[in-house]
């Protein structure tokens, strides 16, 4: 199986994958509420997700895209998480959209 090449255009349109986006419809068991409109990981308490960014408090990293997310929190490269993350659009696209959550108002408690 060869590597995909990614365009600084395709990297940057796979960029735009929020977190929650991400942690909804492919990790959906990691999303924990709580709080009105927070949300932390299972496997990370000290992860917080909120207003479309996260920030991990115990290890000083914070980020908007599932592709930091997966760097940070995964460990792992550039590359994998874009190819990742990519596979992971392919294959199912987001039924749900933290942007189209916030568009039509719906409360993130339907959410989890």
Sequence with gaps: MSNKFYTDEEAQELQKLD???YLYN?????????GKKEYRTATHSSLVIS???WIWFSQGKGGVSAISYLMDV???????AVKYV?????DSPPAVSYTHLRAHETPLHLVC
């Design 19 to 21: 977190v929650f986006t």
């Design 26 to 34: 492919y990790e959906p068991s990691e999303l924990v509420k709580s």
């Design 51 to 53: 207003n479309g960014k």
């Design 74 to 80: 995964k460990g792992m490269n550039y590359y994998e």
């Design 86 to 90: 990519d596979k992971c659009i392919r």
